[in-house]
């Protein structure tokens, strides 16, 4: 029985350190939950809005992940573009996250392809700048504590999206089109960008993605988007390599 209870006992561990790196997921990610929301209310409303029903706007939130893709290619469908075009638009708009996702791939490197994918499906935006912050410079890669603080990001997201986004479809005719919300997301995406802008390759990020996403709004398909994502990454590289030479 003794022998039992100690080879247990790291199992016991093991599960307790996956537990709190899940919970302290969550927490990491619960400012961030904000902006989520209200951009879930916005893409529900703006997809009733621009004429699709009720169903088809369900259907839509549950199979598709990205309030980004469905506001930009709502326009689209709107004026009967050819379906190769939305896809494309759609698929041009999503490339940020086949670099966010190749970033992630060392951690997550020990699971099977249809758990990589799925853990793919469900990243975001602010879940990626979170994780990377916190394990860039982990010197231990793979481990299943990583991946517990990941899926405690995600989850959480993932859920309050969907329940603003449903939110929004059903209360669409209650909100008035004269109600910046796009501009209320924007803001509540700010605030939490900004205090995120603490060290020098996090600051060339921001500055030059911003810089770059202003300029390229006059390029089609939102390719300005893409520009500013992989100008931004490659600018914080830069100077973060840059800060380890000076400091070796």
């Not at 992940?65 to 939305?86: D, F, I, K, N, R």
């Not at 890669?141 to 993932?158: D, E, H, K, N």
Request: with cysteine.
């Amino acid at each position: 029985m003794a022998s039992e209870s100690l080879e247990s006992a790291p199992d016991i561990a093991s599960r307790r350190a996956c537990l709190d790196a899940f919970r302290e997921g969550a927490s990491a990610i619960a400012p961030a939950i904000i902006a989520n929301s209200v951009w879930g209310l916005v893409t529900g409303v703006a997809m009733v809005k621009s004429g699709m029903s009720v169903l088809m706007a369900l259907i839509i939130t549950i199979i598709v992940y990205s309030g980004t893709m469905q506001l930009m290619v709502l326009p689209l469908l709107a004026t009967s573009a050819p379906l190769w075009l939305v896809f494309m638009a759609g698929f041009m708009v999503n490339t940020r996250f086949i670099i966010f996702n190749a970033g992630l791939y060392p951690y997550f490197r020990d699971r099977p392809v249809w758990q990589r994918m799925a853990l793919g499906f469900f990243n975001s935006d602010a879940a990626f700048a979170i994780y990377m912050a916190r394990y860039a410079d982990s010197p231990t890669l793979a481990t299943p504590v990583q991946r517990w603080f990941y899926i405690g990001m995600i989850f959480p997201s993932w859920l309050s999206w969907e329940a603003f986004s449903i939110a929004g479809i059903y209360l669409s005719t209650l909100v008035p089109v004269s109600w910046s919300l796009e501009f209320a997301a924007s803001l509540a995406i700010l605030a939490i960008v900004v205090p995120m802008t603490r060290t020098r390759p996090m600051l060339a990020t921001v500055l030059s993605a911003g810089a770059v996403a202003w300029v390229g709004q006059v390029l089609p398909l939102k390719l300005g988007l893409l520009a500013a994502v992989v100008v931004g990454i490659t600018a914080g590289m830069v100077v973060e390599r840059r800060q380890h030479r000076a400091r070796a």
